[in-house]
């Protein structure tokens, strides 16, 4: 299983950005995610890392489909891969019922129908086929001209058992975010597997994103894991997936839901130790490879969350 990095500050400058694209670079870490990037754009930091001689394996967990038309998001990919020189994830969601409202002025019907048509146009364009599509969502008549470059993997943002047969469907990876490692084995891993080999193609490898925070001489950990991730546990998407997973956050106090979580191994915290078997949960579950997440001690100190995860990613195997 490897490991990878979730780039844990907004940036307003690709120096801040550059010090983890950097660990990324001389460490055993294979990746840097980011996730949807509404100060710098994820895929132009990408670029501009590139450009600053730090370029790296990068991932987008996940980029959301009302801010961004399917041929732009094709061109977007093609044009940093060919200048990056980087295999990349470009993973899309169709983000939460109340973001799509505010962007388009109403939710999707079926965000279902909505990501497969979004995927399908993509992969075509990257593949330089000839699109021709009228969809509920998406119409399209263009073709890009082909690039030499490799293809980008598509990624799908994957939380709940629907979602997660589309993605065996139309997917190359599946990407989750603080879903449970028991979960993700007897609910999700299934579903995406059932749905490949129905749709005969192979099962999207399993990317799994999970904060992270050790417990040190005066750091709350478990307040810093909380604070890192409340916007998402407000969600009621990711509620809905927890409580199917088996951990209610909607009705306990911060502190009894992060205990939840951190016996669900949701969040990883406390020793290395106890992080290592934390990790090791996630490689039994089939996870291929896990993003450490250190948003909660980077809204501290972006110094002390590089320092975290050259700890973690030194002194724990995963």
């Known amino acids: 299983m490897k490991l990878s990095v979730l780039l844990p500050v907004m940036p307003l400058d690709v120096r801040a950005a550059m010090p983890f694209a950097a660990m990324v670079k001389h460490s055993n870490a294979h990746s840097l995610w980011q996730g949807q990037g509404l100060l710098l754009d994820s895929y132009q930091l990408f670029t501009a890392l590139s450009a600053a001689g730090v370029g790296v394996p990068m991932g987008s967990g996940v980029a959301l489909i009302p801010l961004r038309n399917p041929l732009e998001a094709a061109v977007q990919i093609n044009s940093l891969m060919a200048l990056s020189k980087q295999p990349m994830v470009a993973g899309f969601g169709p983000g939460a019922k109340t973001f799509q409202t505010s962007v388009m002025g109403r939710p999707y019907a079926s965000p279902l129908t909505a990501m497969r048509e979004y995927l399908n146009i993509v992969r075509e364009l990257l593949t330089g086929q000839a699109v021709s599509r009228e969809g509920q969502y998406f119409t399209l008549q263009a073709q890009l001209p082909p690039i030499h470059t490799q293809i980008a993997e598509l990624g799908l943002g994957v939380l709940r058992p629907k979602m997660a047969a589309l993605a065996g469907e139309v997917a190359d990876v599946a990407i989750?975010?603080?879903?449970?490692?028991s979960y993700i084995a007897e609910v999700l891993r299934p579903g995406l597997q059932a749905a490949?080999?129905?749709?005969g193609r192979p099962a999207p490898r399993?990317?799994?994103?999970?904060?992270?925070?050790?417990?040190?001489?005066?750091?709350d950990h478990k307040k810093i894991l909380w604070t890192g991730s409340q916007v998402h546990l407000g969600a009621p998407h990711y509620q809905d997936m927890l409580a199917r997973a088996g951990i209610d956050v909607r009705t306990g106090s911060p502190e009894t839901s992060t205990a939840q979580l951190l016996a669900g191994e949701v969040f990883l915290g406390g020793s290395l130790d106890r992080i290592g078997e934390g990790l090791q949960s996630y490689r039994a579950a089939g996870v291929d490879e896990v993003v450490l997440n250190t948003t909660g001690i980077a809204s501290v100190s972006a110094d002390e969350a590089l320092?975290?995860?050259?700890?973690v990613l030194t002194e724990v195997t995963p």
């Not at 320092?307 to 700890?311: D, G, I, P, R, V």
């Open 307 to 311: 320092e975290e995860l050259a700890t």
């Open 176 to 181: 989750t975010w603080m879903c449970p490692p």
């Open 206 to 219: 399993i990317v799994a994103i999970v904060p992270v925070a050790r417990e040190t001489p005066g750091r």
């Open 196 to 199: 490949a080999e129905s749709a």
